[in-house]
């Protein structure tokens, strides 16, 4: 497998000043409805709320904490079934019902005594975009809101819920020179 060339060829549209700001993160923060997930919610009669996750962005997650990495959730939203998905991912911390982000990223990152920019912070609407200009790297899905998108220091060309959190975690990883002996990793291991 000639890793490097994949990697180069799967990063080769992000511009080298994310990359620059990449290699500063210590912690991953994303927001959950419209990052993690396509943004719909499904109810049932019963009331039951549903929504969908893409397992490849759950699985990096253990990679990125391996690494060094802290990862979180603030999102504006409660909702059981994003506490649950935040529990099964066991991210380091996650807030819910967050109506003024930029103020719990304070706090947070006051008891964490880390910077914001050391921060990485994934989002999609105006809730998110006191956090997306304050912080060292702010990403956005393709679908994100245009304005979003303008306050970004990068756009994913992947949409919320297929890809995007996987996205800013293997570019994070690459930044740090660890994606792709983790990949060499995987691909040695005997079946």
Known sequence: METEKIVAAYFQHVPVEVFEKAKQIKVLITDIDGVLT?????YDNAGMEFKKYNVKDGLIVQHLKKAGFLVGAITGRASQVVENRCEELRFDFHYHG?????????????????????????????????????????????????????????????????????????????????LIPLIEQFAKKEA
Request: with cysteine.
């Open 98 to 178: 967050v109506k003024d982000k930029h103020k719990k990223l304070t706090e947070l990152l006051e008891t964490m005594e880390l910077t914001l920019e050391e921060v990485a912070y994934l989002g999609d609407d105006l809730i998110d975009l006191p956090v997306l200009t304050k912080v060292g790297l702010s990403i956005a899905p393709a679908d994100a809101l245009p304005y979003v998108c303008a306050a970004v220091d990068y756009v994913s060309p992947f949409v919320g819920g297929d890809g995007v959190f996987r996205e800013a975690a293997d570019l994070l990883l690459h930044a740090k020179g660890q």
């Open 38 to 42: 396509d943004g719909g919610i499904i």
